[in-house]
T-cell receptor
Framework: NAGVTQTPKFQVLKTGQSMTLQCAQDMNHEYMSWYRQDPGMGLRLIHYSVGAGITDQGEVPNGYNVSRSTTEDFPLRLLSAAPSQTSVYFC????????????FGPGTRLTVT | GENVEQHPSTLSVQEGDSAVIKCTYSDSASNYFPWYKQELGKRPQLIIDIRSNVGEKKDQRIAVTLNKTAKHFSLHITETQPEDSAVYFCGGSQGNLIFGKGTKLSVKP
C-alpha cells in the first residue's frame, strides 16, 4: 500500500494564480482532511470530508475549495493564491473521523510570491 | 469549536532526563487526545493517544495522563534519547482533530 500520497512536493505560484493540490489514499478510509502548517502555528484544519460527496469547513477554510467525488481522492483548490497561503500543506486520512489515528501524506510545500 | 493550548513551545533536556509537555482543551465534548511526533522535514506520526474514559496510558518510555475535570492532558517521556528530538503536537477531537501549536523538544547528548 502506498498510504497517503500528495502531489506536487513543491510548488511556487504567483499571486492570483490558481492551482490544485492532489491527495490520494489507498486504505479505503472514509475520513480525509487538509491541514496547513506554519511556523509557530501548529497544524490548522482547512477542510475535511467524512465520505464521498460530503465536505465541510475546518478552522481556516477561506481561500480554499475541496470536493470529494471518490473515496480515494481529496483535492484542495486554491482559487486565487495569496502570499498568506505560503505554507506546508498536509493531507490526512483515517478509518473513522478525527477521533482515530490520522495517516498523513508527505506534504506539499507551497510558496506564493 | 475546540481550542487546544500547548506548553512549552520549546524544551531542552539532557539525555536521560524526563520531558513533560502539557496541553489544555476548551471543549468538554472532546473525547480523544492524541500526540503526534514530527521529525524535521517529515510528516507527523501518532506516538500515543488516550480516550476520555481512561486516565493514563503508557507505551514503553512514553505516557499520557488526562484530567477531564481540569481539561488538561500531558505527555511524559522518560529516559530521553537524542532520537526523541522532534516537534510534538497534542490534539483534541470530538469529531474533527484540532492541534496545539507544537513543542520543539531538543535532547542534548
Amino acid at each position: 500500500n502506498a498510504g497517503v500520497t500528495q502531489t506536487p512536493k513543491f510548488q511556487v505560484l504567483k499571486t492570483g494564480q490558481s492551482m490544485t493540490l492532489q491527495c490520494a489514499q489507498d486504505m479505503n478510509h472514509e475520513y480525509m482532511s487538509w491541514y496547513r502548517q506554519d511556523p509557530g502555528m501548529g497544524l490548522r484544519l482547512i477542510h475535511y470530508s467524512v465520505g464521498a460527496g460530503i465536505t465541510d469547513q475546518g478552522e481556516v477554510p477561506n481561500g480554499y475549495n475541496v470536493s470529494r467525488s471518490t473515496t480515494e481522492d481529496f483535492p484542495l483548490r486554491l482559487l486565487s493564491a495569496a502570499p498568506s497561503q505560503t505554507s506546508v500543506y498536509f493531507c490526512a486520512s483515517s478509518y473513522g473521523d478525527g477521533s482515530y489515528e490520522q495517516y498523513f501524506g508527505p506534504g506539499t510545500r507551497l510558496t506564493v510570491t | 469549536g475546540e481550542n487546544v493550548e500547548q506548553h512549552p513551545s520549546t524544551l531542552s533536556v539532557q539525555e536521560g532526563d524526563s520531558a513533560v509537555i502539557k496541553c489544555t482543551y476548551s471543549d468538554s465534548a472532546s473525547n480523544y487526545f492524541p500526540w503526534y511526533k514530527q521529525e524535521l522535514g517529515k510528516r507527523p506520526q501518532l506516538i500515543i493517544d488516550i480516550r476520555s474514559n481512561v486516565g493514563e496510558k503508557k507505551d514503553q518510555r512514553i505516557a499520557v495522563t488526562l484530567n477531564k475535570t481540569a481539561k488538561h492532558f500531558s505527555l511524559h517521556i522518560t529516559e530521553t534519547q537524542p532520537e526523541d528530538s522532534a516537534v510534538y503536537f497534542c490534539g483534541g477531537s470530538q469529531g474533527n482533530l484540532i492541534f496545539g501549536k507544537g513543542t520543539k523538544l531538543s535532547v542534548k547528548p
